[in-house]
C-alpha cells in the first residue's frame, strides 16, 4: 500500500476515508436522482413493478448516504487527530486531547494549533454538528416499535377520545 507522508507522519487512512466518502457521496446523488426522475413521472397508471424499482433505488441512496456519513466522520476525526499529533505529539494527544468529543477537538485542537477560535457560529460547525448527530443515530442505533404499531396505538388513542 501507498504510504502518505503528510510532515513526517503516515496518514494514508485520511486519504482513504476521503476518498471513500466522496464515492458513497456520488453513489447516493447518483440513486437519488434516479428515484425523482422515476417520481417525476409517478402517476395512477404506474405500474406495481416501478413502485419495487424506487423501493430498491430509495434502499442502495439510503446504504450509501449511511456510508458517506460513517467514512465522513471517521475522515474528520482522523484529521483533527493528525492535525493535533503533528502540533503536540501523539502521547499529549491521547492524554488530553482524545478523550473529547468529535465537536470539541474540532473547536480545542483548532484555538491550540491556530490560536483562533473556531467558528462555532458558521455554517461548516452547524454541518459538523449534523454529521456527528447522523453518525451517533447510526452507531448507537436503538430499536424502536414497529410504524404498524404506533399507527394502531394512535388510532386507538383518537377514537378513545
Not at 501523539?90 to 488530553?96: M, N
Not at 454541518?127 to 430499536?143: D, F
Amino acid at each position: 500500500m501507498l504510504k502518505l507522508k503528510i510532515y513526517d507522519r503516515e496518514a494514508e487512512d485520511i486519504s482513504i476515508y476521503f476518498d471513500v466518502c466522496g464515492e458513497e457521496c456520488q453513489k447516493c446523488d447518483e440513486y437519488g436522482a434516479e428515484s425523482t426522475t422515476l417520481l417525476e413521472t409517478w402517476n395512477k397508471d404506474t405500474p406495481a413493478s416501478d413502485a419495487m424499482k424506487l423501493d430498491s433505488l430509495m434502499d442502495k441512496q439510503y446504504r450509501h448516504w449511511v456510508a458517506a456519513v460513517l467514512w465522513g466522520t471517521m475522515c474528520l476525526e482522523a484529521f483533527i487527530y493528525d492535525c493535533a499529533a503533528r502540533n503536540f505529539s501523539d502521547t499529549y494527544v491521547k492524554r488530553y486531547l482524545d478523550k473529547l468529543g468529535l465537536k470539541a477537538k474540532w473547536v480545542v485542537i483548532s484555538r491550540l494549533v491556530t490560536g483562533k477560535d473556531f467558528p462555532t457560529n458558521s455554517k461548516a460547525f452547524q454541518n459538523l454538528q449534523r454529521l456527528i448527530g447522523e453518525r451517533n443515530r447510526l452507531v448507537h442505533y436503538k430499536s424502536r416499535p414497529a410504524l404498524t404499531n404506533r399507527s394502531e396505538e394512535h388510532t386507538s388513542e383518537l377514537q378513545s377520545h
